[in-house]
């Protein structure tokens, strides 16, 4: 999984080892994807997404080790930051920089691991996505979302991202693999007190809907889901 070292990312990580699975943690950062990896008891892979080597050394290096992958989690992401965000005030350096990562790091590390994927029974991709990108949320002035100004980038990379799901969920159902997107919620992590936020909610709460769909028996395909059920799109 990606982002898999700090985080929700490295939360979903600890929920599926303790489920059982054998999780390989995959981080820009080779040394605290390391450090995860070992104290999880996995295996942990360099791993940028907007960089097609280091996704083609990775697909290669969990091939070498597992030869299949029944379970990848997309959980890279990234805000852009604060500056550059606002209509009429975009830098769209800013804005391809955020898409690079959330969305089209996404599409690259998922067609990489496809044959892996094709080769275990079963498999399943879940995007770690936002309540953000949800576009009737966005637009009831009754949430917050809906009446406050905010970021451009991450809501947008997002709600393109859900439909990435629903497009990938239809064009991989022949093979039996399911393609979900999951809004784990604003969690008190690194990401979110770089934005200058201070939440209750823990990356552990946060990472419980992709723990239970890498692991539920009967998986949907094609859903926007958070723990109480579906996410308006």
């Known amino acids: ?125 879940i995007n770690v996505s936002s309540g953000t990108g949800s576009m009737a949320w966005q637009s009831d002035p009754g949430r917050v979302f809906g009446s406050s100004q905010i970021a451009l980038a991450y809501p947008a990379s997002k709600a393109a991202l859900n439909m990435l799901t629903v497009l990938y969920a239809k064009a991989l159902a022949a093979d039996g693999i399911t393609v979900n997107a999951v809004a784990p919620g604003a969690c008190a992590t690194d990401f979110a007190a770089a934005l200058g936020l201070s939440l209750e909610r823990t990356a552990e709460q946060g990472a419980a809907i992709a723990v239970h769909l890498a692991t539920v028996s009967d998986s949907p395909t094609g859903a926007f889901l958070q723990d109480d059920g579906p996410v308006p799109w």
Request: aromatic share 4%; net charge neutral.
């Open 1 to 125: 999984m990606t982002g898999a070292n700090r985080g929700i990312g490295a939360a979903i990580a600890q929920g599926l080892t303790e489920r059982g699975m054998t999780v390989v943690v995959g981080a820009r950062d080779a040394a605290s994807g390391e450090q995860t990896a070992q104290r999880l008891g996995g295996r942990a892979v360099p791993l940028d997404v907007t960089d097609d080597g280091s996704v083609r050394d990775a697909v290669a290096q969990v091939e070498q080790w597992y030869g299949r992958v029944d379970v990848l989690v997309n959980n890279a992401g990234i805000s852009g930051g604060p500056a550059g965000q606002l209509a009429g005030e975009v830098d769209l350096a800013v804005m391809r920089a955020v898409f690079d990562t959330n969305l089209f790091g996404v599409v690259r590390l998922t067609d990489a691991f496809l044959p892996l994927l094709r080769k275990a029974a079963g498999a399943r991709v």
